[in-house]
């Protein structure tokens, strides 16, 4: 298998095994027009198995909601061919439009051009509430 370097863009590392799929479509990276590659159960001594991501582009998008999914996911920055940031991203204190509101009472079922905002209210219990009607979060 051949994977070409990445000159600039971001590497999302130590995703769970089989979870990779499920962060290519929540980034929605098969809209982006630049090489991507999803590698699924590649060696990790940590972990046994794990996923990677690869984008040829840092996309324009908030990767801290990658920690909403897995806080073990590390993301590194590549720019002209070399890691110049590596981290761990935080969870956030407010999503905008990344999380659904499935309360039917809920006032965005029915203005639906409001934003589904969603704000975090147990950090160690990774909950996140509707601040419009106080409903939990769905699991993603």
């Known amino acids: 298998m051949n994977i070409d370097a990445i ?9 769970k095994a089989g979870d990779g799929m499920r962060i290519y479509n929540f980034l929605n990276l098969g809209a982006l027009d630049c ?5 699924k159960n590649a060696s990790s001594t940590k972990a046994g198995k794990k996923d990677i991501i690869k984008v040829d582009r840092v996309p324009d998008i908030d990767l801290n909601a990658l920690g909403f999914i ?9 720019r002209d061919s070399v890691r110049v940031e590596k981290y761990h991203p935080e ?5 905008t439009n990344i999380l659904i509101c499935k309360n039917p009472r809920c006032i965005t079922t029915t203005e639906q051009e409001l934003p589904h905002v969603f704000v975090l209210t147990d950090r160690e219990k990774h909950e996140y509430r509707c601040v419009y ?7 993603l």
């Open 7 to 15: 000159r600039n863009g971001i590497v999302i590392d130590h995703i």
């Open 35 to 39: 090489s991507v590659a999803l590698i």
């Open 70 to 78: 897995d806080p073990n996911i590390t993301i590194n920055i590549i």
């Open 91 to 95: 969870l956030p204190m407010k999503m």
């Open 133 to 139: 009607c106080e409903s939990r979060a769905p699991a």
